[in-house]
């Protein structure tokens, strides 16, 4: 859905936009049926399993894919229904992450969160209303992010690709709210990964998606350097 929302928008292929229409109006037929919430790919229930520990992979990383979809067809590809889909389905997430503490929210997201704090800031911004926000705040990422703007160096041996859309989000949030902790996290994770790192010729920092210890990448070298996710997330966080 982003990359047809991104090509007709380019192109003015009418083709492609109606077949992204489509299958916009497809996840709201399936929305309907579902209760008027839900429009995953996978069901709710797994993220009530990470919730109680119960190993799972990757369902906010899964779901946030149809969630920026959405995003970007309405954006991009000037579909209002997929922003009305997107609003349904955020109020089932708000009402799931308000049964959970600070403490055990964080927890969650230490398992596996995706990019979903774009996607709700990327709603916030559209809509204004302070449920999107109170998303944004429930999808702060603070065990990584306030570790970063101590100066701890929590990157090294950190899975890279995780991390990237995370700070998507902390830049989007920044946009749509001004508030200056979330550019500081941004720079701060721009010096602690590229500035103060160091760059494999390619321009990469990581091997087998696994960030290098600073300056160290030699002693890290192999063939699985620069895997397409990682400098597809790095070119948009630039």
């Not at 047809?4 to 929305?31: F, H, M, P």
């Not at 946030?64 to 000037?78: E, N």
């Not at 998606?209 to 597809?232: A, D, I």
Request: hydrophobic share 40%; net charge negative; charged share 20%.
């Amino acid at each position: 859905l982003s990359g047809a929302a991104w090509v007709a928008a380019n192109t003015g292929d009418q083709e492609l936009r109606a077949k992204a229409d489509y299958i916009v109006s497809k996840l709201a037929r399936c929305q309907r049926e579902n209760g008027g919430e839900w429009a995953g790919s996978i069901p709710p229930q797994y993220l009530e399993w990470v919730a109680r520990g119960k190993p799972v992979w990757a369902p906010h990383y899964t779901l946030h894919k149809t969630l920026m979809g959405l995003w970007d067809m309405y954006a991009v590809g000037g579909n209002p229904e997929a922003l009305e889909v997107l609003a349904r389905w955020a109020r089932w997430f708000y009402r799931w992450t308000s049964e959970f503490s600070i403490e055990q929210m964080d927890a969650i997201l230490e398992n596996e969160n995706g990019g979903m704090l774009e996607v709700w800031a990327n709603l916030y911004g559209a809509s204004g209303e302070k449920e999107h926000y109170e998303l944004i705040q429930r999808y702060d990422r603070r065990r990584l992010f306030d570790s970063m703007l101590a100066g701890t160096d929590v990157l090294t041996n950190m899975h890279m690709n995780t991390t990237i859309p995370e700070v998507h989000g902390a830049a989007r949030a920044w946009e749509v709210t001004g508030e200056e902790r979330w550019r500081n996290i941004v720079e701060t994770y721009w010096r602690m990964g590229v500035t103060e790192r160091g760059a494999y010729a390619t321009g990469a920092q990581t091997n087998g998606e696994v960030w290098s210890p600073p300056n160290q990448l030699s002693s890290r070298l192999g063939f699985r350097t620069q895997e397409h996710c990682t400098v597809y997330n790095m070119m948009r966080l630039a």
